[in-house]
Antibody, heavy 116, light 111 residues
Framework: QVQLVQSGAEVKKPGASVKVSCKAS????????MHWVRQAPGQGLEWMGI????????SYAQKFQGRVTMTRDTSTSTVYMELSSLRSEDTAVYYC?????????WGQGTLVTVSS | QSALTQPASVSGSPGQSITISCTGT?????????VSWYQQHPGKAPKLMIY???KRPSGVSNRFSGSKSGNTASLTISGLQAEDEADYYC???????????FGGGTKLTVL
């Protein structure tokens, strides 16, 4: 069965960076793009960007351009999302989600807390 | 401010039907039959309920249905049950640059 397992919760100070991982299993890793979506406390879903695990190409939401980097490791079927220059407003749950014609499978989410 | 507009809340009694609207533009909802709907219970990851406007993934109850007219998509839940109480988000493909836009979410309360 398809599973996306994300890394554990993180606490970071303002200005730091965080790198969240998402390990895929149960399907051919390179056959499906992966989105990253975040959700601030009590807020809605916000699209951050997408990565093609096959070639590694990426596309980021304009809001995060220059601060986000998405990468993948095909040897471990893992995608990564790194967000830099963290501020308090980046406190959120970060999700990876596989995409076919919709975001059909989601990771369990990773809480990133930014606090001094 | 979300790209797609949803009502903040809807409510209904058990057994009734409700409809949640999702209004976009001719650049997203109106241009592509790639509207999807997600159910999210508190503290849980979103779950895909409808894809490609009106298709249901395996395992999703046929009480959930989707439709689209022009720039507005809709999710209808019939025969409301207590476990349907959750937040619902619509989502649309918006082209190769923006890729994906979400609605702000609708909180469904089963009275």
């Amino acid at each position: 069965q398809v599973q996306l397992v994300q890394s554990g919760a993180e606490v970071k100070k303002p200005g730091a960076s965080v790198k969240v991982s998402c390990k895929a299993s149960g399907y051919t890793f390179t056959s499906y793009y992966m989105h990253w979506v975040r959700q601030a406390p009590g807020q809605g879903l916000e699209w951050m960007g997408i990565i093609n695990p096959s070639g590694g190409s990426t596309s980021y939401a304009q809001k995060f351009q220059g601060r986000v980097t998405m990468t993948r490791d095909t040897s471990t079927s893992t995608v990564y999302m790194e967000l830099s220059s963290l501020r308090s407003e980046d406190t959120a749950v970060y999700y990876c989600a596989r995409v076919s014609t919709a975001l059909d499978y989601w990771g369990q989410g990773t809480l990133v807390t930014v606090s001094s | 401010q979300s790209a797609l507009t949803q009502p903040a809340s809807v409510s209904g009694s058990p057994g009734q039907s409700i409809t949640i609207s999702c209004t976009g533009t001719s650049s997203d909802v109106g241009s592509y039959n790639l509207v999807s709907w997600y159910q999210q219970h508190p503290g849980k990851a979103p779950k895909l309920m409808i894809y490609e406007v009106s298709k249901r993934p395996s395992g999703v109850s046929n009480r959930f249905s989707g439709s689209k007219s022009g720039n507005t998509a809709s999710l209808t839940i019939s025969g409301l049950q207590a476990e349907d109480e959750a937040d619902y988000y619509c989502c649309s493909y918006a082209g190769s640059s923006t890729h994906v836009v979400f609605g702000g979410g609708t909180k469904l309360t089963v009275l």
